[in-house]
Each structure stands twice: as structure tokens, then as C-alpha cells.
């Protein structure tokens, strides 16, 4: 399935709101990330990724996250992930991921 990015800001502008929906694998993270971090070039703010509609990642969409976080964290930012579904997240749990990145649990 073929990535679709949104991106957003908040509501109260505090933010970037990123829906990634499909796939991040080896196609789709070039772009990801250079459309993410394009954006975030030009607005400086914390990202939070909404996993809800993310339905497989790979080690190169992984690396994608990776980039991002980093630059994030550059510029004194956060990359805070929501939603993210269990055969998503046990790959950040295997590759001891989830110690570095922020999840957040969805407001149900």
C-alpha cells in the first residue's frame, strides 16, 4: 500500500500533526522524510506522529524516523508518536527503539 502524508498544525499552532496512512518502507521514506522535515525547515515545531492509519514499517522507514528525530532534536524539538498499532510498535520494542523515541497512548 502507498503512503499518504498529512500534515497539519494544531489547533492552537503549537504543533505539526503527521498522518502518515499505509506503508513506510523502502519506497515511501525518502519522501516521507523529505517532506516532513522540508516542512518542519520552515516551521520549527514539535511533531506528533498519529499512527493510527500506519500499517507497516520497515527498517528503512525506521531510518526515516531516525532522521527526523535527530533533527528534531537539533533544533531543540520533539517527535512524539500516538497511536501506534502493536505489530508497528513491537518493531521499535525489538530494535530497542522504543527507548529513544516518545509514545504516547491515544486519549480514548
Not at 531516525?66 to 521499535?92: A, H, M, P, Q, R
Request: proline share 2%; glycine share 4%; net charge negative.
Amino acid at each position: 500500500m502507498a503512503l499518504k502524508i498529512n500534515m497539519q498544525e494544531s489547533e492552537d499552532l503549537k504543533y505539526w500533526i503527521l498522518q502518515p496512512e499505509g506503508d513506510l518502507d523502502a519506497f515511501s521514506s525518502p519522501l516521507f522524510q523529505e517532506k516532513v522535515l522540508s516542512q518542519f525547515v520552515r516551521d520549527k515545531k514539535n511533531i506528533h506522529l498519529d499512527g493510527e492509519r500506519l500499517t507497516y514499517i520497515d527498517s528503512t522507514g525506521l531510518g526515516a524516523l531516525i532522521g527526523i528525530y535527530k533533527k528534531l532534536k537539533d533544533e531543540n524539538c520533539n517527535l512524539i508518536l500516538k497511536n501506534i498499532n502493536s505489530t508497528v510498535k513491537k518493531l521499535f520494542t525489538i530494535t530497542e527503539l522504543d527507548q529513544i523515541f516518545t509514545f504516547e497512548e491515544s486519549e480514548a
